[in-house]
């Protein structure tokens, strides 16, 4: 008695290598080459060039004579492998499955095999050879059975088409992560007083002799607006410019004392320093007199109200602090 798998509807691009394992109840383990009816060496041709449906592969031996017993409960299990290298040089292979019952099982059997005196041919593999794509070829995963059975009278289950490969991974979309816009801060500007129709100078000077500090309108005579000459007594005070009046120049002038340095200093109403002058002589080592203009073009647009101050000394003038009001 023998035993005959007909493999037959091949369709597959490439000559391929067929291969077949016994038992298991999955695809993975070792697999026995099989060439027999092979068209070039161990591979068979593509089924571009071979029907398969006309001329099937007959798959046989003395092993698989052994599936076959006399108890009907005993199951056995065929797995087929066809393995080709695809077009773009990866290896590619199925596998499809038959299971093998005792001969009297199927003594009536009607599309699922032939009996040719001893001889059980099964027709039930089908194999198609484009499923699956294999990157590490020396792995093999178990069957997937994609095809529903079909189970006549005395038929053995079906021979599943194999889809290997795996469906796309999904693409998972990034949870969106909120972002939290925080204002930007508006830094605060330095304060400018509300101008009404005149600007605030505050004034002061210091308890020497020898420099005298000025304050001229835009367009006036020098001095028009303030003129005050440092004495031994310190002396402080503020006026009020008309905003016509801007912008005003401030000038500090050696006024008396051979050798005594005057030096004066301009600070906005915050203590921030506007305006240092250099030391003033009489001449000798430095300029009579310096001046600076408050307000455009040398510093604001606008008028800014501010307060100076002026210090007389025989040697080296220290930092003049300017007077700010409370």
């Known amino acids: 008695m023998g035993l005959v798998i007909r493999i037959h509807n091949v369709t597959c691009p490439n000559n391929f290598l067929l291969s077949y394992k016994i038992g298991g109840k999955t695809a993975a383990g070792n697999y026995t080459q099989y060439n027999v009816g092979a068209n070039s060496g161990n591979f068979y041709n593509s089924s571009i060039i071979r029907n398969y449906n006309n001329d099937p592969i007959l798959l046989t031996g003395a092993t698989l004579d052994n599936l076959i017993t006399e108890d009907e409960t005993v199951l056995n299990r065929v797995w087929i492998k066809l393995q080709y290298t695809g077009v773009t040089g990866n290896v590619e292979y199925i596998i499809e499955n038959i299971e093998i019952h005792q001969r009297e099982y199927y003594s009536n059997c009607i599309d699922c095999c032939v009996i040719d005196g001893d001889v059980i041919v099964y027709t039930g593999c089908t194999m198609v050879g484009t499923a699956v794509t294999v990157i590490n070829p020396t792995a093999t995963p178990g069957p997937t059975p994609t095809s529903t059975p ?177």
């Open 150 to 326: 079909v189970v006549p009278t005395a038929t053995p289950g079906p021979t599943p088409t194999l889809t290997g490969t795996p469906p796309p991974s999904p693409t998972i979309s990034p949870t969106p992560t909120a972002t939290v816009l925080q204002p930007t801060p508006t830094p605060t500007p330095t304060p400018t007083p509300t101008l009404g129709a005149t600007v605030r100078l505050y004034w002061s000077t210091n308890n020497y002799t020898g420099g005298q500090l000025l304050v001229t309108s835009n367009g006036g005579t020098q001095g028009d607006l303030l003129d005050e000459i440092s004495t031994l007594t310190a002396k402080s005070g503020y006026i009020d410019i008309l905003v016509s009046q801007c912008p005003y120049t401030i000038t500090g002038q050696w006024y008396s004392g051979s050798g005594n340095l005057v030096k004066f200093r301009v600070c906005d109403l915050l203590g921030g320093e506007l305006y240092t002058s250099p030391y003033i002589d009489n001449g000798f080592n430095y300029n009579s007199e310096e001046s600076f203009i408050m307000g455009p073009p040398t510093l604001y647009a606008t008028p800014v109200e501010a307060s100076v101050a002026l210090y007389s000394r025989a040697d080296t003038v220290p930092i003049i602090d300017c007077i700010i009001p409370e």
